[in-house]
Every structure is written in C-alpha cells, then in structure tokens.
C-alpha cells in the first residue's frame, strides 16, 4: 500500500502562485521573511503560509500588516464542513484582524487556491448590530439574577440563572409565607416569570394544594437549604 505524502508548506505554493498569476500578479516567494509577496503595479500583496490556523500565524500576518493592508493566510482546505460553528469562529477571527484567507484544495493529483474572503476593514459597530439579539439575552440574564453567584471559568459545576434565582426567590416565600396564589407572589415581587415556573416546575420544588395556590415540596425545602445567601438575601425583602 503506498504511503501518502506528507504535506508541506511548501506544497500550498504553487496553487497560490498559479491564482495570482491568472490575476496579473507576479508572484514572489520567500521575499525578506515573507513566505509569498504578489505585486500589480504600486499593489503589495503578502501571503502567508501555514498547515494550520494557529495563533503564530495571525502574529506573523499581523506583523506583514506594517508593511501592506492587503495580507492573506493560506491554509490547506480544512476536513470539517465549512459550515460549522468552528469554522465559522475561526474566520469571525481572521476578518476581526483585518486579514485575508485563502485555503488550498488538494485532490489527487490536481490542487486549487481558493480565496474565502479578502482583507477588508472590520466594520465593528456593523458586527454589534448583528449580535443585538444576544446581547440582549445577556443583559436580561444579568438583570434578573441579584448578586455574583457563580465562578467564571467553572465547568460540570451547577449554574444560577436568572431563572434559578426567580425560582428561589418563590420557595423561599412560600416556605416563610405559606400556601399563596401567583398573582400574589407577583405582588410580593417574583416577577411576571411566576406562573410558569410554578406551572412547569422545573426542579419538582412546588405542588399545588388547590386550583390557583401553591406551597413549596418537601424536595423544594431541602434543595433550597443549598442557597443560603439567596435564602437571607429574599427573606430580607419579606421585612
């Protein structure tokens, strides 16, 4: 069985150089640390060459930017679809730093340079506008929890959501209050999320007694001993 070739930088050239070239470019490598420079007239296109996208390559590129605005990467065509959230993120990456990108396809014998997008000024205010939705998620998020509850950075530990935290708040009422309808606990300030959260009852922390009256489960009262600083914190605006 014969072995496959291992690729090289050097392999992403020739593709590259055959594209500019069609373009009326005359191409260039190894010029001065740059691994290929194009030139058409006053215009100074550098590309740079990597197996992969990685950090050490948008430092080098971003430093090619002293010299030109006009700097592509050159990768080889990635495996994973190019519809994927990683890809996605990685080329949100590159165009945040004002590069171009270029993949090379290799396919038996026949090999082709592929320009994905060219380096073009980020238009940031343009980028927040399309992200107005999450951002909005975030702030509701912030806004409906009362205090820092969880550590940044922390994994397969548990959460408090704004939505935790709402349900909290209404244990800790109905345990200190008794049995109570919604619209009295929104009264009391849990918020227009109380009827739902007591409908689906998500944690099993509330059973309802009567039509319209809830009061807290067992299950409820022993999980909620967990949050003690939420617990004062809620028992505090009772008064």
């Given at each position: 069985m014969t072995e496959m070739k291992k690729l090289?930088?050097?392999?992403?050239?020739?593709?590259?150089?055959?594209?500019?070239?069609?373009?009326?470019?005359?191409?260039?490598?190894?010029?001065?640390?740059?691994?290929?420079?194009?030139?058409?007239?006053d215009e100074l296109v550098i590309i740079e060459l990597k197996l992969t996208l990685s950090v050490d390559l948008l430092i080098q590129a971003a430093k090619r930017q002293r010299l030109t605005d006009q700097v592509y990467i050159a990768i080889p065509k990635p495996k994973y679809r190019l519809n994927s959230r990683q890809w996605t993120d990685k080329c949100h990456l590159v165009r945040r730093l004002e590069l171009g990108l270029i993949v090379v396809s290799f396919s038996g014998m026949r090999t082709k340079a592929e320009i994905i997008f060219p380096p073009t000024p980020f238009n940031r205010r343009k980028s927040i506008g399309q992200s107005k939705l999450k951002r909005a998620a975030i702030m509701k998020e912030i806004n409906g929890r009362s205090a820092d509850f969880n550590i940044g950075g922390s994994n397969r530990t548990k959460i408090m959501t704004a939505y935790k935290e709402n349900s909290i708040q209404i244990a800790c009422y109905l345990e200190k209050l008794g049995p109570l309808s919604p619209k009295a606990l929104i009264q009391k300030g849990t918020g227009d999320k109380t009827s739902s959260i007591l409908t689906k009852n998500y944690y099993g922390w509330f059973e309802r007694i009567k039509r319209g009256t809830y009061?807290?489960?067992?299950?409820?009262?022993?999980?909620?001993?967990?949050?003690?600083?939420?617990i004062n914190y809620y028992l505090g605006k009772i008064g």
């Amino acid at each position: 069985m014969t072995e496959m070739k291992k690729l090289l930088e050097a392999d992403l050239y020739k593709p590259i150089q055959t594209y500019f070239l069609r373009e009326e470019y005359e191409v260039y490598g190894e010029v001065k640390d740059c691994d290929m420079a194009a030139v058409k007239g006053d215009e100074l296109v550098i590309i740079e060459l990597k197996l992969t996208l990685s950090v050490d390559l948008l430092i080098q590129a971003a430093k090619r930017q002293r010299l030109t605005d006009q700097v592509y990467i050159a990768i080889p065509k990635p495996k994973y679809r190019l519809n994927s959230r990683q890809w996605t993120d990685k080329c949100h990456l590159v165009r945040r730093l004002e590069l171009g990108l270029i993949v090379v396809s290799f396919s038996g014998m026949r090999t082709k340079a592929e320009i994905i997008f060219p380096p073009t000024p980020f238009n940031r205010r343009k980028s927040i506008g399309q992200s107005k939705l999450k951002r909005a998620a975030i702030m509701k998020e912030i806004n409906g929890r009362s205090a820092d509850f969880n550590i940044g950075g922390s994994n397969r530990t548990k959460i408090m959501t704004a939505y935790k935290e709402n349900s909290i708040q209404i244990a800790c009422y109905l345990e200190k209050l008794g049995p109570l309808s919604p619209k009295a606990l929104i009264q009391k300030g849990t918020g227009d999320k109380t009827s739902s959260i007591l409908t689906k009852n998500y944690y099993g922390w509330f059973e309802r007694i009567k039509r319209g009256t809830y009061v807290i489960s067992e299950k409820g009262k022993q999980e909620v001993k967990e949050y003690p600083d939420l617990i004062n914190y809620y028992l505090g605006k009772i008064g």
